[in-house]
């Protein structure tokens, strides 16, 4: 029996028939993995930020699903059997499928109303279009006005890892879907470690939206959270919304969550705000603004707590700022600002070793003009905000308002040798103190020839250095100093194949210094320090940093370096560097507080990184005194890296100063578990400076960790202590923060 439907195609069993008269339908929304922002009940409104990536692979879900056809506006039916049962209505059994455009239907029963262009089924049936995977127990389908719905349905995201039911699913001309009692997870097929209830939940594929009212997300069965409203994103734009919160419990804050807020401000700039509620202390409001330009970035921050319990404290404060970039193709900007309210805000707020440790907060302004020519200039205007409390106001730094550098170096070289000055000019502020400025001229000449198996350079070079100072120092308020020095430095290239065919190389390289003496004690001290002795201080010119010490010099160093190249792939795989350097003269010129040393040999310099294999590497550092037959510096590293598996251990010894052991891991083991930790001890003190210790467990659609953390949170010696927790749902939100916000420093991956 046949029949012609409207339009002129004819429905027979097993024979195609299609309607040249239909448009093509608009796409249904694009449904991506559903973001469920973790909100507190009386939250009525959010909109979270991006979602995650759901990982769980929903193939036994699609492996029948119909493939979607080419978009041809054309309605096309097959069926083993069809019936005209009414004027208009045709019943179509037996293997039927229904595509138009981009939809397909797949049913073992069909009728279809050729007059209002409609589908019904009411056997389980399965549609398809781009974006959702709907098997439903009944339906109804308008083809004309492309709208439908689906009744007590499994539904499946086709482009993303994500699944669920519904007692209705109805979808819309205008790219939007409602679903009605829905259940939504992006767990595999055969779990439902966490899912979500909903009485409804709207997506609008047209603003990439989606909104659910009375939501309920359960975790192992059980009811963790309930939402009366929110909306969440369903494509992958940027959007204003919560973020996971950062749940802890401390001996500083007591029960301590930060729950933030994301601000989509616009495509390049964006904000976060943080409430942060510490049980100990009271409620603070944190909020950092981030925003990116053609020529430059930058951020500001501001955090505040109006009212500290624990210390009947008034407004406790931090706030930063930074921008760097460039103002035109030659002048370049860095600006830096950060204040506190009070010297123990990051002891008690901090939540590092690290960061409890720091002593002063840079305030400064960097200008750089490179020009096209062989000169730069740069600018500086700094200060500072003193947070050590211990600290004496003689021991603060000084101001620079400002600091102005020029140098430049003539382009064109006659008899390999070119002409080049180095000057500075610097004024000094500081309350209370000796201020002054200065200026610092260095003129200079320099021979330079580089082969390919040696090098030399030579530079002979004039310094003036004059003060203009607030009160005068040893009868003068206008103190200079002049001095020349010679500098000549020259190495040799050496390489060999060896045995194994890997290319070694060897890099001897001599410096030789002239300073002479010049009496400086009726100059200032600014700027100037004596920095450690390591491998760079070998070729220094100056024994002293910054420009009010330099150093008189007849000295000569010595340094030798040595690499093992992989043939194939370059990878040094193993290098050693030994220097030493031997005074001719013991310099005359001293800082306060400081020994000079004598003449002869010093200690020598060593380093050697080795790859024992494509997992281990293994370094050392060390500061050997022949005089003493000891070693007065040494560190020590080893590390193990293989898959998700990283395990470090280091060693710093320090003569009369340090010696601490470090050891970091993260090791994932059998079963999804992982185990992290870290470890900073003080030998030299017998203390633990900072302990943590977590164990996760993880599954494609979920994961839980556990961390515990005692470290020395002050200058005062005192410990904070906490445990953590977090569990992901992934493809959703987090609840709980990641250990890496929760423990900064403690987390990471790297030792210093």
Request: charge should be negative; include cysteine.
């Amino acid at each position: 029996m046949r029949r012609r439907t409207r339009g002129g195609a004819r429905v027979a069993p097993g024979v195609r028939a299609a309607d040249t008269a239909r448009r093509p339908s608009i796409p249904i929304a694009v449904l991506r993995p559903l973001l469920l922002p973790v909100a507190a009940g009386l939250l009525l409104l959010a909109a979270p930020a991006q979602a995650e990536e759901g990982v769980c692979p929903q193939l036994d879900l699609m492996a029948d699903a119909p493939s979607l056809g080419d978009g041809s506006p054309e309605l096309t039916l097959t069926a083993d059997d069809v019936d005209l049962v009414r004027d208009g209505v045709s019943q179509l059994d037996g293997r039927v499928e229904l595509r138009q455009a981009d939809k397909v239907f797949r049913a073992e029963a069909l009728e279809y109303e050729d007059s209002l262009n409609q589908v019904r089924v009411d056997v389980e049936s399965t549609f398809r279009n781009p974006e959702l995977l709907i098997r439903s127990q009944s339906a109804t389908f308008d083809l004309e006005n492309e709208n439908g719905e689906f009744r007590d349905t499994r539904f499946t995201l086709t482009e993303r890892a994500a699944r669920g039911g519904a007692e209705i699913i109805s979808l819309s001309r205008d790219g939007g879907a409602a679903l009605e009692d829905a259940r939504y997870t992006t767990c595999a097929p055969d779990s439902e470690a966490w899912f979500i209830e909903a009485s409804q939940i709207r997506l609008n594929h047209d603003t990439g939206l989606g909104t659910a009212k009375h939501a309920r997300i359960r975790f192992g069965g059980v009811p963790i959270l309930y939402l009366p409203y929110f909306q969440f994103p369903i494509d992958g734009e940027r959007r204003t919304g919560l973020l996971f919160p950062t749940v802890g419990q401390s001996d500083n804050t007591g029960f301590d969550i930060r729950w933030p807020v994301y601000l989509n401000l616009g495509p390049n700039y964006d904000a976060t705000l943080t409430p942060r509620y510490m049980s100990d202390r009271g409620l603070m409001l944190m909020s950092e603004g981030r925003y990116l330009m053609r020529e430059g970035e930058g951020f500001l921050g501001y955090d505040v707590l109006p009212q500290d319990r624990a210390q009947d404290e008034d407004d406790r404060s931090y706030f930063r700022a930074e921008h760097r970039g460039l103002i035109n193709d030659r002048l370049a900007v860095d600006v830096r600002f950060a204040e506190i309210s009070d010297l123990r805000y990051f002891e008690d707020f901090g939540g590092e070793i690290d960061l409890a440790a720091i002593t002063h907060l840079e305030r400064s302004a960097r200008l750089t003009y490179q020009a096209p020519a062989s000169y730069t200039l740069r600018a500086l205007v700094q200060d500072y905000q003193t947070i050590a409390a211990n600290l004496q106001p003689i021991d603060e730094p000084y101001r620079r308002l400002p600091q102005i550098r020029f140098s430049a170096l003539t382009q064109q070289s006659l008899f390999n040798t070119r002409a080049g000055i180095r000057s500075e000019y610097v004024n000094f502020a500081r309350a209370d103190s000796l201020e002054g400025q200065r200026i610092d001229l260095r003129p200079f000449l320099r021979f330079e020839r580089d082969e390919l198996s040696r090098y030399v350079v030579a530079e002979l070079d004039y310094r003036y250095t004059g003060y203009q100072l607030s009160e005068a120092i040893a009868g003068t308020s206008t103190p200079d100093r002049s001095l020349p020095s010679l500098g000549v430095e020259g190495g040799l290239r050496f390489e060999r194949i060896s045995d194994g065919g890997s290319l070694q190389t060897l890099e001897p390289r001599a410096f030789y210094l002239y300073v002479p003496y010049r009496d400086q004690d009726a100059l200032p001290l600014f700027d100037a320090g004596e920095p450690d002795f390591d491998f760079t201080q070998l070729f220094a010119r100056n024994r002293y940093s910054g420009e009010d010490r330099v150093s008189d010099a007849h000295h000569v160093a010595m340094a030798a370096t040595t690499r093992l190249l992989d043939p194939r792939s370059g990878e040094v795989r193993w290098s050693a560097s030994v220097g030493q350097l031997y005074r001719i003269d013991p310099p005359r010129v001293d800082l306060p507080g400081f020994e000079t040393p004598d003449a002869g040999a010093t200690d020598f310099i060593a380093s050697v990184d080795y790859r024992l294999s494509r997992r281990i590497s293994a370094s050392i550092a060390s500061q050997w005194s022949p005089d003493q037959n000891q070693f007065d510096r040494s560190r020590l590293a080893l590390r193990y890296r293989e898959g998700g598996r990283d395990v470090q251990m280091a060693y710093r010894y320090r003569a009369d100063q340090l010696e601490q052991a470090d050891v970091a891991a993260h090791l994932p083991i059998a079963g999804g578990f992982n185990l992290s930790g870290r470890w900073r001890y003080s030998m030299a003190e017998h203390q633990s400076l900072d302990l943590f210790a977590g164990i996760g467990y993880e599954t494609c659609c979920w994961a839980v960790n556990t961390a515990y953390r005692r470290y020395i949170a002050g200058t005062d010696g005192n410990y904070n202590s906490g445990i953590y927790l977090q569990l992901e749902l992934k493809g959703l939100t987090r609840i709980g923060g990641g250990l890496e916000a929760l423990l900064p420093g403690a987390a990471r991956s790297d030792l210093p």
